[in-house]
């Protein structure tokens, strides 16, 4: 039996024993020089699946979300970026460290950034004024309790961007969450941005690494900046295989994520001190305010862990995502042991 529910992200997930056979069965090679044919495999899969020229295995979201504005900028410039964006908030300052450019936060409804307000904010360069190269979208939205952003609205911004030259990098660490919710292909998403970063590790399982995809000589670029970073690695095709297993097989179970989301949202939003909307809960994101009359969320989450449950604190409350260690029982656990603890 498991020892703990836990809610903390769906990065915890761990590899299916399809990915452990795939890993223990992998053809691999040096992929610093090339002979990786299972990584191969990979980036071209990723590549086709997300609609553009080239892809690469990256390390981490991280790694692919800053080789990404490496690539795309030069310094001095600035990029456009959400509020409460991952890259932004989450990702140790690499814009600054790494790019040596500056961010231009800008607010948004839920994620989305307003369209006019993008195009307000990108600069004509001179010798007071950055360029503006770059605009980052974030879909689905992790800080905004994975909130998807609207198609249209990244339509939108990307006729804006092409008007003034601009490119636009997606942070689509669960994009696929995005199109699963919506039943909105993927590739129309990723059509509206120049690149598109996207996570193996996350909902799709996979133990290690995500995905940079592009332009096929933006992607070589890119493929030196890693090796720059360090992340060029060798007989990786063992980590590979699993991300193979996770594109071909466990992208439509994103939607089981969702649905048990929704059903721990409605089973709790109406509890004493629970502020959340469970119509704002569209994929396997929850976040939640937590206003009661004798707990804070901090005692609110220890006592979870008391009951074996486990979530993260967040800037605007507490977090739960639902994945794939999680089953419809655990779902109605936790409702309970919430009911328990909210009105005693
Ligand atoms: C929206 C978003 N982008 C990027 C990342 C970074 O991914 P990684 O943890 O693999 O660096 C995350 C991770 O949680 C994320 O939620």
Not at 94 to 105: E, G, K, Q
Not at 135 to 142: A, L, M
Not at 240 to 259: N, T, W
Request: proline share 5%.
């Amino acid at each position: 039996m498991k020892k703990y529910i836990d809610f903390r992200s769906d990065t915890v997930t761990k590899p299916t024993p399809e990915m452990r056979k795939a890993m223990a069965e992998a053809v691999v090679g040096d992929d610093v020089l090339g002979d990786d044919p299972t990584v191969k495999k990979l980036e071209d899969l990723a590549a086709e699946m997300i609609g553009k020229e080239a892809a690469l295995f990256v390390p981490s979201g991280t790694m692919g979300n800053s080789i990404s504005i490496k690539a795309w900028t030069r310094e001095l410039d600035e990029v456009i970026i959400e509020a409460r964006s991952h890259i932004y908030n989450m990702e140790s300052t690499h814009m600054t460290f790494i790019s040596r450019v500056s961010p231009r936060v800008l607010p948004s409804q839920r994620g989305a950034m307003d369209p006019d307000e993008v195009e307000r904010n990108i600069k004509i360069p001179s010798v007071h004024q950055p360029r503006t190269s770059l605009i980052c979208i974030e879909n689905t939205h992790n800080n905004w309790g994975g909130a998807v952003i609207p198609l249209e609205n990244m339509k939108s911004i990307k006729k804006v961007a092409d008007k003034h030259g601009v490119r636009i990098h997606l942070d689509g660490a669960r994009i696929f969450n995005a199109s699963v919710a919506s039943g909105i292909p993927v590739k129309e998403y990723t059509q509206t941005a120049d690149s598109v970063m996207f996570c193996l590790s996350k909902g799709l399982s996979a133990p290690i690494g995500s995905m940079l995809a592009g332009p096929k000589d933006f992607i070589d670029y890119c493929r030196r900046i890693r090796k720059a970073l360090g992340g060029g690695m060798r007989q990786v095709g063992v980590i590979a295989a699993p991300g193979i297993v996770a594109l071909q097989s466990m992208v439509d179970r994103l939607k089981e994520d969702h649905q048990r989301a929704k059903k721990l949202a409605l089973g709790i939003y109406q509890l004493p001190g629970i502020q959340l909307n469970p119509d704002e809960v569209e994929t396997d994101i929850i976040i939640f305010g937590l206003e009661h009359s004798h707990l804070s969320a901090s005692n609110f989450l220890e006592k979870l862990k008391r009951k074996n449950i486990l979530a993260l604190p967040v800037p605007q409350g507490i977090r739960f995502v639902t994945n794939r260690g999680i089953d419809d029982h655990d779902v109605e656990q936790t409702i309970t042991v919430f009911a328990n603890i909210l009105n005693s």
